[in-house]
């Protein structure tokens, strides 16, 4: 069976809750995302910026777990499932991430 690339930010770093919400995920590497910024709204976001950096994991996940981070996520309502492509070893892979929908990325600003 076929596992996604998932890159993980925020609190989907912590070993434990990314346990619990998806059981079969595995570390496959640290990974910093460049030319993008962690920004705080309603929850931690991403966004393009030129020149900075998110430090963050990627894992392998399986559909069963991305289903759950999905509905964690809440997908299609708070986040929107997006992705990136990196190589590795010459070889380009494909990575989801969740990116805040445009409905909830300027509300944490009003608080």
Not at 62 to 89: A, C
Not at 96 to 107: A, C, D, E, P, V
């Amino acid at each position: 069976m076929s596992k996604t690339l998932y890159f993980a930010y925020g609190s989907n770093l912590h070993l434990e809750q990314m346990k619990n919400r998806c059981p079969d995920s595995e570390v496959f590497m640290c990974f910093i995302l460049k030319n993008f910024k962690l920004i705080f709204r309603t929850v931690a976001d991403i966004e393009k910026d030129v020149g900075s950096q998110v430090n963050g994991v990627i894992f392998k996940i399986s559909q069963k777990d991305e289903t759950s981070l999905d509905r964690y996520e809440g997908v299609p309502t708070l986040y929107k499932k997006n992705y990136f492509e990196v190589s590795i070893e010459n070889k380009k892979h494909k990575v989801l991430y969740y990116k805040m929908t445009s409905l909830y990325n300027g509300y944490g600003n009003l608080l």
